[in-house]
């Protein structure tokens, strides 16, 4: 039983997709790990995986290009003859299913994990983009089982044809290991803000600061801290710069990127994601299981982590204002974040963990025609 699993980094597939390869791993199946080189490859490989190299240009736009892109992954598809392949993040989805259609892969399951920079905000440009990726959908997602990690994008796809209802499964993000995200006492002190996150417009990085920017200047007494880099190749990505810059006026601190999160979030009094739509935040239910309250949005893929005044406050996206009265309330009282908190660890246990995660996943792979999974 042979399982390829392809993103469009070698990133994400060590930070969101390991556990899955590893539970496919000890039920038996070999499992190989597809990706664009980079540093995380390593990683990988020391876990005892194979993994292979797969170039891939998250930008290109070039027709021929593209078309090369998914003739070489429907040649190494022929050659690796997988039972099932996994596809996560735009462009796997869209070309792994073409590919894996010339290449006569016996299963393919895709995995939309957010709508993305494409189906955000105007533009010409996104516009063309969007509409370009509409089509490429209905082509690809034929024939192959789709996880959804929220109702919304669910709901989405289907309104707009792009699957069917019979093909479109639910589970909820990538897991979170609640044994090592565990609840810790807040630190004594000045209370910590934080946003963690790939450093996006998108995920609300400007409103984050722009609040921070009005509690200081109404005196709140908080340190309001960024973690996590930039990504030069997403279009949406805040400069370097703009990150120095608003270091420099003292408004927020940017500690970069941390592999350590248990020990970020036991520093944190507040968790805020201010994102203008997700798959489903990992790093919001990482902080519900670490027991931190939570500020986030109304949006997609957030309100599927956070209930209102249950384990954190939910705000209109885009609307610094509302952002920064919710944190001030919640900065203002210690005992309902206490309380929050224990009612998000509770949520993370019950849905979000690897174990519920991995297993609606494997239920995927055997309604895909999957055979042999214990």
Sequence with gaps: MKILLFANTDWYLYNFRLPLAKA???RGADVT????????????????????????????????????????????YRRERPDLVHHFTVKPVLYGSLAARLAGVPAVVNSITGLGYL?????????????????????????????????????????????????ADLVPGSGVDVTRFVPAPEPEGTPVVLLAARLLWDKGVGE????????????????FILAGDSDAANPAAVP????????????????????????????????????????????LAEAAACGRAIVTTDAPGCRDVVAHGVNGLLVPPRDAGALAEAIASLLADPSLR????????????????IEKVVGGTLDVYRQAGLKGLS
């Design 24 to 26: 496919l791993r000890a």
């Design 119 to 167: 189906f955000l905000g105007g533009g010409t440009r996104r516009r063309l983009l969007r509409t370009l990726a509409r089509a490429l959908y209905r082509v690809s997602l034929g024939g192959t089982r789709v996880i959804f990690q929220n109702e919304d994008d669910r709901r989405a796809f289907l309104d707009l044809h792009l699957a069917r209802p019979e093909q």
């Design 208 to 223: 984050f600061v722009e609040a921070a920017r009005r509690l200081t200047v109404r005196g709140v007494t908080a340190h």
């Design 240 to 283: 370097p710069e703009q990150l120095r810059a608003w270091q420099e006026e003292g408004v927020v601190e940017w500690q970069g990127w941390q592999d350590d999160m248990p020990a970020v979030l036991a520093g944190a009094s507040v968790f805020c994601l201010p994102s203008y739509r997700e798959g489903l935040s990992k790093t």
């Design 338 to 353: 206490r309380k929050m908190g224990a009612a998000g660890r509770r949520i993370a246990e019950e849905r979000f963990s």
């Design 33 to 76: 790990l597809l990706s664009p080189p980079g540093e995380y490859a390593a990683r990988l490989q020391a876990d005892g995986f194979r993994w292979l190299a797969f170039p891939l240009n998250r930008k290109g736009m070039n027709p021929l290009a593209e078309l090369v892109t998914i003739l070489r992954l429907a040649r190494l």
